[in-house]
């Protein structure tokens, strides 16, 4: 059985005892639920998932979890409306099953793009799966490198923000790093960009690039700052379809940069991303395991590196159970 602490529960009535800790997976990325609790050192809670021919989900636990400290872990990945509702019925299963607390663990965040109303008559739809998870039965939420920080403001639960960026620096600094650039993509990946740099001391980059529509097509358009015999290492949260690493690898090549690398926490890799990120001729792509890559697309990639997460996701799990702070985890 693992630790006990005295918690406060949701509805302000008090204290009361968090019991053993258990561990449970959706069907999103069962590779990473896998290394998790192997790094925790307990198995997979069981549970039966039914899809039936109406496309109808049933969930069922398959061992007592009254009273447990239960974390459950499923991330954003195709189809990823099936894998949301399916989280949602997991966390509702588990509510009723009569759960003590059931922290959602989210290595890459659901709708974590649409943050903002920057249209008319159009929905926050972040928020809106902020507020599904807290109705499911949600206590708690933990997630890595968000699109961006105000998402956490949407929730009314506590909600921790890990961040890919130790691994990242720890793969990139095995080699020599003394002539090294970062690069931010644009201005709304500086902030990710700025951290790794100070992280690494190296100088920043930044790419003034423009984006007209909706259509994913980006334009690169200016380079502030030296990149003129450098490695180059273009950083970001996430790559979507590959165009702005395409466009920003172009635009460095052109500026002169020795070398070009990426380094990247979520790599959705949707629609055209393979073919522009092996055009892109980049000399390492480096990735973690948040989202799960098909092999198709893995075996196919140029100079592809997948970091594990596992252990960081592991580490802030039993920090959360043990009532201690994930932010000198970070530290």
């Known amino acids: 059985m693992g630790p006990r602490y005295t918690g406060t529960s949701n509805q302000g009535g008090g204290g009361f005892m968090i019991g053993e800790m258990k561990v449970f997976s959706g069907t999103s990325h069962q590779g ?5 609790a192997a790094h925790i050192g307990m198995p997979l809670g069981k549970v039966k998932f039914t899809r039936f021919s109406n496309e109808n989900i049933k969930v069922k636990i398959d061992e007592n979890v009254r009273e447990a400290d239960v974390f459950v872990i499923q991330s954003s990945c195709p189809p990823v409306s099936d894998n949301l509702l399916e989280l949602l019925i997991l966390i509702d299963a588990l509510k009723f099953a009569s759960a003590a607390r059931i922290t959602a663990v989210l290595p890459y965040f659901p709708y974590a793009r649409s943050d903002k109303k920057d249209e008319a008559r159009i929905s926050i739809t972040a928020r809106l799966v902020a507020d599904l998870l807290q109705t499911a039965g949600a206590d708690r939420v933990l997630t890595m490198t968000l699109h961006a920080p105000q998402i956490l403001g949407f929730f009314r639960i506590p909600a921790d923000q890990i961040f890919a960026t130790p691994i990242q620096a720890q793969h990139f600094r095995r080699t020599d790093i003394s002539n090294s650039v970062v690069v931010a993509t644009d201005a709304g990946a500086a902030k990710f960009a700025g951290h790794f740099a100070k992280r690494l001391g190296l100088p920043l980059a930044l790419i003034d690039k423009r984006r007209s529509d909706d259509s994913e097509k980006a334009q ?3 380079l502030i700052g030296e990149v003129k015999g450098m490695d180059a290492i273009i950083y970001d949260d996430e790559i979507a379809t590959g165009g702005s690493i395409s466009e920003a690898s172009r635009m460095l090549r052109q500026f002169g940069a020795r070398k070009v690398s990426v380094g990247v926490t979520h790599p959705v890799f949707s629609g055209p991303a393979v073919e522009r990120l092996n055009e892109a001729d980049l000399d390492e792509l480096v990735v973690t395991d948040t989202i799960p890559i098909p092999e198709a697309k893995a075996s196919v990639i140029k100079n592809l590196k997948i970091l594990s ?23």
């Open 32 to 36: 990473l639920a896998g290394g998790i």
């Open 220 to 222: 690169s358009v200016a």
């Open 309 to 331: 997460t596992a252990a960081m996701f592991g580490d802030a799990i039993l920090r959360i159970h043990g009532g201690r702070s994930i932010s000198e985890m970070m530290d």
